[in-house]
Every structure is written in structure tokens, then in C-alpha cells.
């Protein structure tokens, strides 16, 4: 099965700009969708397919790809960020399985 | 409103069977397909299985291929785990999540029930 690499941890100071990245050669052939998880919480859905913001997630949450790197851009973070970020996609080696990143876990300082 | 709600974890002894539940309400729940997903405490997302929105067709992660059967109702709007022969590792988080529409795009989770797995 196909892997999907994040780096482990990410920091940013509050207000600035953030990207979180993701890569895989999955995504050269299939998008990836972000989710946010703050501690005891369930994963929340912040981007998926062609980069669409679900209804209720801030504009400041934006996404790219580019090869086989996906990207989730934060920009003006906030303290409500800091949480792990997780990448998916589906899996290039058999479609209809799904493959997840480690995740990220960014500090907004 | 969208609602998943995991139910049957609990500690059960390895080689033992266990069956986890997810009661959908708030859509029409026999036109998406459901993920389980499963997190080992302190430790990152797993997807574990798949089932199409009409129960047609199904898909395993393979470390889990084998012992895991994934199911649904929907005349009763649940969908099930199947657990057999558990390992210790297969101690985790089990969610259950909505599928926009046969993609990775999981835009509803519920909360998880915890399988621990011991003796």
C-alpha cells in the first residue's frame, strides 16, 4: 500500500502564516482531504477534493497541490489552531482503499 | 443534524470476538458509504474498512483483512464492526465516518468507542 509522509511537528507564531504539507505518490493521482483533531476530540473535516473549505471552516484555511505534495495553508493562525492535522487520500496501489499521513501536530506560539 | 454515534467497545481478551455499532441520524443514511477508522491511543488515523452506500461492496485495510467484517442496516440506520480473533494491537479508537461520495472525504465522524484489547 502507498504511504503518505507529514512532518511530525509544525510551529508557528500567532498571526503568521503556516503550510503543513503532505506527500505521497498517491497524490499525483488523487486529492487529498486535511483533517483537524484537538485533544479527546474527534477528527473535524477542514479540506477536501479540489481544495473546498467545508461550510463552517474559516477562510484562513486554504489548500494546494502540487506533484505529489498536498499542502494546508493557515494564514493569520490562530489559537484555536494548535491541534494535529491529518492528510488522506485514496491509495494509487488499490483505489478503494484510503491511506492517512502520521500527522502534523502544530503549536501556534 | 448530522449525528454518528459509536456504541460496544470495551475491554475484551485477546482471540475474543467484538461487535461495534454506529447509529447514523440526520441524512439519509443509505446513500453514502461509511468508513471505520481506528486510532491506537496517542498515535495517528488508520483506516480500516469501507462499505458502499447499498452494502454491495466492501473493503479492508489488509492488517485488518481477514478478521474484520463491516456491515450495515439500513432499514435501522447503523453500521457494524465485526472483531474477531483481537490482537493487542488492534487496541484503538474506533470511528465510524461519513463518505461525501466514494472519496477520501470523511465530513462526519463520530466520537469513537475504545476497544481495549487485554488479558
Known amino acids: 500500500s502507498s504511504e503518505l509522509t507529514q512532518d511530525p511537528a509544525v510551529s508557528v507564531a500567532l498571526g503568521q502564516t503556516v503550510r503543513i504539507t503532505c506527500q505521497g505518490d498517491?497524490?499525483?493521482?488523487?486529492?487529498a482531504s486535511w483533517f483537524q483533531q484537538k485533544p479527546g476530540q474527534a477528527p473535524v473535516l477542514v479540506m477536501y477534493t479540489k481544495n473546498n473549505r467545508p461550510s463552517g471552516i474559516p477562510d484562513r484555511f486554504s489548500g494546494s497541490n502540487s506533484g505529489n505534495t498536498a499542502s494546508l495553508t493557515i494564514t493569520g493562525a490562530q489559537a484555536e489552531d494548535e491541534a494535529d492535522y491529518y492528510c488522506n487520500t485514496r491509495d494509487s496501489s488499490d483505489n478503494h482503499h484510503v491511506v492517512f499521513g502520521g500527522g502534523t501536530k502544530l503549536t501556534v506560539l | 443534524q448530522v449525528q454518528l454515534v459509536e456504541s460496544g467497545g470495551g475491554v475484551v481478551q485477546p482471540g475474543r470476538s467484538l461487535r461495534v455499532s454506529c447509529a447514523a441520524s440526520?441524512?439519509?443514511?443509505?446513500?453514502?458509504?461509511m468508513h471505520w477508522v481506528r486510532q491506537t491511543p496517542g498515535k495517528g488515523l488508520e483506516w480500516v474498512a469501507v462499505i458502499w452506500y447499498d452494502g454491495s461492496k466492501r473493503y479492508y485495510a489488509d492488517s485488518v483483512k481477514g478478521r474484520f467484517t463491516i456491515s450495515r442496516d439500513n432499514s435501522k440506520n447503523t453500521l457494524f464492526l465485526q472483531i474477531n480473533s483481537l490482537r493487542p494491537e488492534d487496541t484503538a479508537v474506533y470511528y465510524c465516518?461519513?463518505?461525501?461520495?466514494?472519496?477520501?472525504?470523511?465530513?462526519?465522524w463520530g466520537q469513537g468507542t475504545l476497544v481495549t484489547v487485554s488479558s
Open positions: 465516518a461519513r463518505d461525501i461520495g466514494d472519496s477520501s472525504d470523511f465530513d462526519y
Open positions: 440526520g441524512f439519509t443514511f443509505s446513500s453514502y458509504g
Open positions: 498517491s497524490l499525483r493521482s488523487y486529492y
